[in-house]
């Protein structure tokens, strides 16, 4: 499965898998940023991104702690 700037939720889910020890309020936009373009998976533009896109990865984290499983 390839991840791009637009797969917001995937990306959460496998940042939220690969850091399950970060506290998601501690972690900086820069932070998202970098541990999404070190997936493996990701395939995208990285001039692409933009804070709003950061930030919905961010919240769709946030969300998945308080929700998920």
Same mark, same amino acid.
């Given at each position: 499965?390839?991840?791009?700037?637009? !797969?917001?939720?995937?990306?959460? /889910?496998? @940042?939220?898998?690969?850091?399950?020890?970060?506290? &998601?309020?501690?972690?900086?936009?820069?932070?998202?940023?970098?541990?999404?373009?070190?997936? !493996?998976?990701?395939?995208?533009? /990285?001039? @692409?991104?933009?804070?709003?896109?950061?930030?919905? &990865?961010?919240?769709?984290?946030?969300?998945?702690?308080?929700?998920?499983?």
């Amino acid at each position: 499965m390839s991840l791009n700037w637009e !797969s917001t939720y995937a990306i959460a /889910l496998e @940042l939220r898998r690969q850091h399950p020890e970060i506290n &998601i309020e501690e972690v900086s936009l820069q932070q998202i940023y970098q541990w999404t373009i070190q997936l !493996s998976e990701f395939e995208d533009d /990285l001039a @692409l991104v933009n804070d709003d896109i950061l930030y919905a &990865i961010y919240q769709d984290w946030f969300e998945e702690n308080i929700h998920g499983k």
